[in-house]
């Protein structure tokens, strides 16, 4: 996708103003005074400003049609986050476009080029685990297309954004641990590029300050992957260690189901021995044995918000500040037989 040498918001940085300020100075429009119109547009014959008209006319033809940019559409939270998209898009009249990165920043930089291209009003994405170089979406948002970020975000972008208080959920599921009476308690943490890590590790660092934990390092380990094989092969490494840990704060599920197997394999018990939360809740956290204490995250209703505040920004007028909105949603603990300590019988 190629930017325009010299946009409405380079001339606006370097005089200190607004880009919609900037965009009526250039219309001649009466709102704007005389001195700060002169100022404007000497400055854009001074750098070579040229309006982009054809990217103005197809920016100004509406499709109603919104893209979507997932990292995997096999994910159970994805899903959720998706039926929230079709349920408020559909019903103001837009239709869908789904593309998935698969976890890769390639994938992700194409399907932002072909939703583009596609001139869609609009587009939702969760950002890849590969993704740490933000030109594409920086891109986005110079050409003026509505961007918000849902569930994975970039605070470095001025764009709209809706999560789940990641730290807070995870501050209370290590707490529940705390609570149950592990006192070794390990984090797999997600890959440390993604701010949803950082914020479950933030609160599983919080939780152990507040109950007055001594932080042991080695007891944090990233899968970078995220997947169930990478998960069990950790956990067998925290299990050779002296003094393993007596319970597991997971980053999602797929890895805390990783880390069951592996204690299972040792002929250890789970919650007797080790104690294990997930994060997600996905569908299959119930139904297997023993079943899954999990972080929920409203997804349905992500997908919804997020809808809501990229047909805002589809709404505005040219002469409209974008909106940078960025809305939090609660999670909710599923407390479940796997962090639970047995009540021992008295005969």
Not at 136 to 156: A, E, I, W
Request: charged share 25%; glycine share 6%.
């Amino acid at each position: 996708m190629k930017k325009t040498n010299i946009t409405i918001k380079d001339i606006a940085r370097k005089l200190g103003v607004s880009p919609s300020t900037v965009s009526r100075a250039l219309k001649d429009h009466p709102d704007i005074s005389p001195n700060t119109k002169k100022e404007i547009q000497e400055l854009a014959i001074s750098l070579n400003y040229q309006p982009n008209s054809v990217a103005l006319s197809l920016r100004q033809s509406k499709t109603n049609t919104i893209g979507v940019i997932i990292p995997e559409i096999a994910h159970f939270f994805f899903s959720a986050v998706i039926s929230g998209i079709e349920d408020i898009a559909h019903s103001a009249g837009y239709h869908v476009i789904i593309t998935q990165s698969n976890e890769s920043y390639e994938r992700e930089v194409m399907n932002t080029k072909a939703l583009f291209n596609s001139r869609v009003d609009g587009i939702l994405l969760s950002i890849s685990r590969e993704t740490s170089n933000y030109d594409h979406l920086q891109s986005l948002l110079d050409s003026n297309v509505p961007l918000v970020f849902f569930d994975r975000m970039v605070d470095s972008l001025n764009a709209c954004k809706v999560i789940v208080n990641d730290e807070q959920g995870a501050y209370e599921a290590t707490t529940h641990l705390i609570e149950q009476g592990y006192y070794r308690i390990a984090h797999l943490a997600g890959p440390q590029n993604l701010g949803i890590s950082k914020n479950r590790l933030n609160g599983y660092k919080a939780a152990l300050a507040d109950n007055k934990y001594m932080m042991d390092d080695n007891l944090v380990k990233v899968c970078g992957l995220g997947t169930y094989e990478e998960a069990e092969a950790i956990t067998n490494e925290l299990l050779d260690y002296r003094f393993p840990p007596d319970a597991i704060f997971s980053n999602n599920d797929v890895a805390a189901y990783g880390a069951m197997t592996a204690i299972k394999k040792r002929g250890l018990r789970i919650p007797e021995d080790v104690a294990i939360v997930g994060f997600s809740n996905w569908r299959f956290s119930s139904l297997i044995q023993p079943a899954l204490s999990s972080v929920t995250q409203p997804g349905f209703k992500m997908g919804q918000e997020a809808t809501r505040l990229l047909m805002k920004q589809i709404a505005l007028g040219d002469d409209e500040e974008a909106i940078t909105e960025t809305i939090s949603l609660k999670t909710n603990l599923v407390v479940r037989e796997s962090s639970m300590k047995k009540k021992k019988v008295v005969e």
